[in-house]
T-cell receptor, first 114, second 112 residues
Framework: DSGVTQTPKHLITATGQRVTLRCSPR?????VYWYQQSLDQGLQFLIQYYNGEERAKGNILERFSAQQFPDLHSELNLSSLELGDSALYFCASSVATGENYGYTFGSGTRLTVV | GQNIDQPTEMTATEGAIVQINCTYQ??????LFWYQQHAGEAPTFLSYNVLDGLEEKGRFSSFLSRSKGYSYLLLKELQMKDSASYLCAVRDEGGSQGNLIFGKGTKLSVKP
């Protein structure tokens, strides 16, 4: 157990629907990062939060949004889902930005859009 | 632009040594990371380099040359459990402090 908790582990939903993925960071970690991993693209950075505030944005679609709450857990909302959104979604956390031991990843949520 | 290149696949024999190369072109640089990822699982941290040279940690070593935009991960005394994908990632400070940019990974198969 890495200490980063993601729920649910698996999600199957239909095109056009909306889902929410949840992440609880490791105790004491202030930064949360969301990544999407599909077979042909590798790990793609979506968005980063630090202590409740958005810090950086990557290749995140407008149909996707995220937030980090006062208790530091984060949610990633995916709407108007398309078949191409099927992927593994990872959350990672770290104590702060700029540290030298990288991130700790959660076990991921596997999203299947049918 | 951002570009991180690694070989897609490699095969090696149990007990042998394998070197996985990574080249990068990023707008900024604040460290290079290697992660191991078994199929369907979370990436786990292996190593970090920010200065040129070799960092050794048990059977795994990582090398960095910032002037060449080049790193490699060296795995010694290969074991079957080392079969996994190895991800090279660069922390790019170009407007996204702390954010890691990942390569597509190298799938390593260790054979008996």
């Amino acid at each position: 157990d890495s200490g980063v908790t993601q729920t649910p582990k698996h999600l199957i939903t239909a095109t056009g629907q909306r889902v929410t993925l949840r992440c609880s960071p490791r105790s004491g970690d202030l930064s949360v990062y969301w990544y999407q991993q599909s077979l042909d693209q590798g790990l793609q950075f979506l968005i980063q939060y630090y202590n409740g505030e958005e810090r950086a944005k990557g290749n995140i679609l407008e149909r996707f949004s995220a937030q980090q709450f006062p208790d530091l857990h984060s949610e990633l909302n995916l709407s108007s889902l398309e078949l191409g959104d099927s992927a593994l979604y990872f959350c990672a956390s770290s104590v702060a930005t700029g540290e030298n031991y990288g991130y700790t990843f959660g076990s991921g949520t596997r999203l299947t859009v049918v | 632009g951002q570009n991180i290149d690694q070989p897609t696949e490699m095969t090696a024999t149990e007990g042998a040594i394998v070197q996985i190369n990574c080249t990068y072109q990023t707008s900024g640089f604040n460290g290079l990371f290697w992660y191991q990822q078994h199929a369907g699982e979370a990436p786990t941290f292996l190593s970090y380099n920010v200065l040129d040279g070799l960092e050794e940690k048990g059977r795994f070593s990582s090398f960095l040359s910032r002037s060449k935009g080049y790193s490699y991960l060296l795995l010694k005394e290969l074991q079957m459990k080392d079969s996994a994908s190895y991800l090279c990632a660069v922390r790019d400070e170009g407007g996204s402090q702390g954010n890691l940019i990942f390569g597509k990974g190298t799938k390593l198969s260790v054979k008996p």
